[in-house]
Structures are given as structure tokens and as C-alpha cells.
């Protein structure tokens, strides 16, 4: 398999650079690189990327292949945006000495992925400044459940022994105010305590994972065509995001093209996916400030998206309409037509909604300046999607590292400096203006053809990369598959896991009434965050 003519040099330079460390490199796709190597190469390997062809670390994890190779495999996935392309390090850890190198001093964006693996893989971190456990809370014994040899259903003893301790912030006049975990409404459980001196917010402690769910372990051993189903309760309101991820994996490990008319109403739904959400943002902002008309109309506007959700696929939500080799449900003439009659009223809708907002003088106060998350911080954080993009990080998926149909469209990502409530609601505005304007590309223009062609059994040992820019950001889901037509091994990365740790950076010098605003403006998945 030949790389891609844009990243050759890179893959050249590299190797020439590393040449008698590196213990294999494999192509397995044009824009999809694995190299092996020793753990002694991570950090020289991580700082080379970084610094020599800016790319990004976006994600980082385990698999446990004990049973054929007597290992366990750490992953480092590095995304080279400028070039189109994933380098991929691969690093054996054997099992006699389960423990591996902290990159988190250096790469502060992987602090929660290195300690995920601590806990669901029991490999020791060497050199992180917070080793604690993330995902497994003070009710789970000494077991890692990703790990080959731990029976899915197993029962766990009751809990003793000492609770988790927060950390404590001392000083005069400094007093804590702990919110969760359990909230008001129906959002999942999140602890979040603040330490504050009078009004202003000291430090932020979260504390997440309540409802650790195991998603990972029961894609394993599988069959792969029905982890869609699985894929789509990642998280409710990115169902048709992750369904698509996952079968971009399984594609992409097989081979196989997706024709095009599937890939462009699977570029139809994801963008009515952006846009009900970033609508129901809007309005959630606006009530979160006691602008409450505000939220009407978007909620108004959200339910007609909704609907037509439904008229397209059956669910409001969009779940069963994404599958292995495109999508189960053509559209005919009636169908496109209703979302050509959307696309009519409701942008005119949309804008009357943003100027109402932007009309309001005690909103805009509440907005302007509020929960600052600096783009030098942003950065360090490996902040993405949303929030990365009103914080100066200027990637976006659907146009670094294209598929489905959005190489056949034209549209802006916008992207400002400030970092503030007011830019990710702005973020939000231009990213719906421009949800429509892909929509409207597409919708009088559908290709003709098939909508949907067999996946086909999937070969045993291919390992594969899917990704889609979803609403929120980044969603990675990476396969190994296993035989019989079944997976090994699936690796879910939610855009969430990565931002939750900016939320503590940007409520700093606020007050604590301004936190549900800036929380919302960032409206993170406990469901994707703890799978």
C-alpha cells in the first residue's frame, strides 16, 4: 500500500530519523501509517511529530493480545492535519513488567487516556503527576475489565474500604461548594466542586464516571455488522456520529467503497445532526441566562429538524439509518423535497433567532467575557471541536481528513481567538449557517446508484481507523477484528473524554452562578465521556 503523495516525505523523514529503533512500519492504508517500536521511543517519537511536522495526539490506548502474542499493546495516534494522514505507534508492554511512560507533562491532552488504561488495563504509569484512578471508581476491586480474562459478567463484592478523598483547598476565607452528583433533570451523574474565596471560583474538581457502562468490552467478540446498534448508545445525542465511525472502522478494514449517493446522505444526516444540537445549545445558553423567549423559538425550531429526522429515517434521533456499506434507507423525491421546504424556513427562522439574542444587551453582558478558556491552554488541553474552535484551534475533520461527501462541498470552519461563552455560542451560529449551506449543496443533487453494498465478512486480524467530525468534535472508533466475522477489540473516543478537563480551566476567576452557562456552552456527554 503506497501512502499518500502528500505525507511521503514526512514517512521518509521519519524513518531515515529513527531508522534502527523502529522495529516496523507498516502502510495499511494510504493515510493510515503504523510503526512499531520500543516504550524508550515514545517520548523522542511524540516530540519529533510535534515539533518537526506539527501534528496532534489524539488518542491513546490498550489492547490486550496476551493470548496470541503475549503482550499488551499500547496505541498512539497522531494526527498529521496539514497532510492528511495518521501515524500510528505502536508499543509492546509485556506482562512481566505491566507498566508503561507517562507522556502527560509534555502532552497534557492524554492525562485521562493514560490513566483510563491504568484502570482498565492495570499497566502502571511511570511519571504522571496524578496517577489516581479515573474510570474506576472506589467500589471496584483490584480488576481491569478490559483485560482478556475478565468475565463480563462478573459480579463485584460490595465496597470496603476508604472513600475517595477530593483534594482540599485551604485558605483564609475559602469554602467549598460541591453540585452533584446527581442533577436536576435528566443529564447523567457528574460531581463538581468548587473551591471559592467570596464570589469568584478558586478551582473546579470533577469527578466523573459514575455509570461506567463496559461499552468497549461488549463490542468485543461481536459480529461486526451488529456494533452499529451498539455504537448508536454511546451517546444519545451523537447517535448517528458514532454509528458512522464505527462503520467507517469496519470499511475501511475490509476495503470497501461506500457509494456515493450513501455517502452523501450520510453527510445529509450527519449536518441535521449538527444543527438540532447546536439549536437546542443556543436556546439552553439563552435560558441558562434567563432569556427563556429565546429558548422557545430554538426549541421550536429544534422539534421541526426533529420531525424531519423522522420522516427521513424513522427516528427522531437518527438511529437505524447508518449501517455497514452505506445506509439502510433510500430517500425519494417527497423526502428530498422536505428538506428542501426546511431548508427554505428555516434559515430565515435562524437568523431572527440570532438576532433576538444578539439584541439583547443583558444576554450579550452575560455572554461577553464569561468562562475564558485561552487558546494556549486549549491547546496544551487538545481541546477540540466546539470549544476548541472558539479557542483558536483551527481543525475540523470534515475538511482535514474528508469522507462521506464532504469533499464534494464547500464550506467555511470557523474559528475565533476569545474562548469565551459568547465565541462558542458564535462557533455554534456559523457552523448551523454552514450545516445549511452543505445541506443545500447536496440535497438538489443527489448522486443516483445503489445506497448500500455488502461489508461482507470481515478478515481476522485487520486493524482499522474510523473517524467523523460530529457535532461536538472528533469521534475516533479503532477495530481489530478477531475470527469468525467477529471484533476483538473497539476503541470509542469521544470529543468529551478529551474537553472535560478545560471546563476546570474556564470557570477560574467566574462565579459560581455563571457555571451552568459555561458548562453549557461547552455541553459535554457523560455518556460518551464514560461508555
Known amino acids: 500500500m503506497n501512502i499518500l503523495p502528500t505525507a511521503k516525505h514526512i514517512l521518509t523523514e521519519v524513518q531515515q530519523r529513527f531508522d534502527d529503533r523502529l522495529d516496523a512500519v507498516r502502510v495499511v492504508r494510504s493515510d493510515e501509517v503504523y510503526f512499531h517500536a520500543p516504550m524508550e521511543l515514545v517520548a523522542g517519537f511524540s516530540a519529533h511529530l510535534y515539533k518537526k511536522w506539527d501534528a496532534r495526539l489524539v488518542s491513546v490506548f490498550a489492547d490486550d493480545v ?3 502474542e503475549n503482550n499488551f499493546y499500547v496505541y498512539y495516534v497522531f494526527a498529521l492535519d496539514a497532510h492528511r494522514v495518521f501515524f500510528i505507534l505502536r508499543v509492546p508492554v509485556p506482562p512481566k513488567n505491566p507498566e508503561f511512560a507517562s507522556l502527560a507533562n509534555a502532552i497534557p491532552a492524554v492525562s485521562w487516556q493514560e490513566r483510563e488504561i491504568q484502570d482498565l488495563f492495570g499497566l502502571k504509569l511511570i511519571g504522571h503527576p496524578n496517577p489516581r484512578r479515573c474510570v ?5 476491586p483490584d480488576v481491569h475489565p478490559l483485560r482478556k480474562d475478565f468475565e463480563l459478567r462478573t459480579q463485584l463484592p460490595p465496597f470496603q474500604g476508604e472513600r475517595h478523598k477530593l483534594r482540599e483547598v485551604e485558605g483564609e476565607g475559602v469554602f467549598q461548594v460541591p453540585v452533584g452528583p446527581v442533577h436536576a433533570g435528566i443529564i447523567e451523574p457528574g460531581h463538581f466542586r468548587f473551591s471559592v474565596a467570596g464570589e469568584p471560583v478558586l478551582y473546579l474538581q470533577l469527578r466523573l464516571f459514575y455509570t461506567h457502562k463496559g461499552t468497549e468490552k ?16 454511546i451517546s444519545g445525542d451523537s447517535s448517528f456520529a458514532h454509528a458512522t465511525a464505527f462503520c467507517h472502522a469496519l470499511e475501511r478494514a475490509v476495503g470497501l467503497d461506500v457509494p456515493a449517493r450513501a455517502r452523501a446522505i450520510r453527510t445529509l444526516c450527519l449536518e441535521l445532526e449538527r444543527i438540532y444540537n447546536h439549536i437546542a445549545d443556543i436556546g439552553a445558553i439563552a435560558t441558562d441566562v434567563a432569556f427563556v423567549v429565546a429558548n422557545m423559538h430554538a426549541m421550536r425550531l429544534k422539534e421541526r429538524v426533529l420531525r424531519l429526522n423522522e420522516l427521513l429515517t424513522g427516528n427522531r434521533l437518527l438511529r437505524g439509518m447508518a449501517c455497514p456499506g452505506g445506509v439502510r434507507f433510500d430517500w425519494d ?10 431548508l427554505a424556513a428555516l434559515g430565515p427562522e435562524f437568523d431572527s433567532l440570532v438576532e433576538l ?9 452575560r455572554l461577553e467575557g464569561t468562562g475564558i478558556l485561552k487558546p494556549g491552554v486549549a491547546h496544551d488541553l487538545g481541546v477540540v471541536g466546539i470549544a476548541g474552535r472558539a479557542s483558536g484551534f483551527d481543525h475540523d475533520l470534515r475538511r482535514d481528513f474528508p469522507n462521506a461527501a464532504y469533499d464534494q462541498v464547500q464550506f467555511r470552519v470557523p474559528v475565533y481567538q476569545v474562548g469565551d461563552v459568547e465565541h462558542r455560542v458564535q462557533v455554534r451560529v456559523d457552523e448551523v ?3 445549511l449551506a452543505i445541506i443545500r449543496q ?34 475516533f472508533h479503532w477495530i481489530r477484528t478477531a475470527p469468525g466475522n467477529r471484533l476483538a477489540r473497539c476503541k470509542v473516543k469521544d470529543p468529551s473524554l478529551q474537553n472535560w478537563p478545560a471546563l476546570s480551566q474556564a470557570i477560574l476567576g467566574n462565579i459560581v452562578p455563571d457555571f451552568p452557562v459555561v458548562n453549557k456552552s461547552f455541553n459535554l456527554s457523560y455518556s460518551g465521556t464514560d461508555r
Not at 136 to 140: C, I, K, Q, S
Not at 333 to 342: E, F, K, P, S, T
Open 136 to 140: 474506576l471508581h472506589d467500589d471496584w
Open 333 to 342: 423525491g417527497g423526502q428530498i423535497r422536505a428538506v428542501q421546504d426546511l
Open 433 to 435: 449557517r454552514e450545516s
Open 442 to 475: 447536496l440535497a438538489g443533487n443527489l448522486p443516483a446508484g445503489r445506497w448500500r453494498v455488502d461489508l461482507g465478512d470481515l478478515p481476522a486480524g485487520r486493524t482499522a481507523l474510523g473517524w467523523v467530525e460530529g457535532w461536538r468534535g472528533e469521534i
Open 66 to 68: 496476551r493470548e496470541t
Open 357 to 365: 439574542i444578539e439584541n439583547s444587551s443583558s444576554t450579550r453582558d
Open 218 to 233: 461488549l463490542f468485543e467478540n461481536l459480529p461486526g455488522p451488529h456494533g452499529v446498534q451498539l455504537a448508536e448508545r
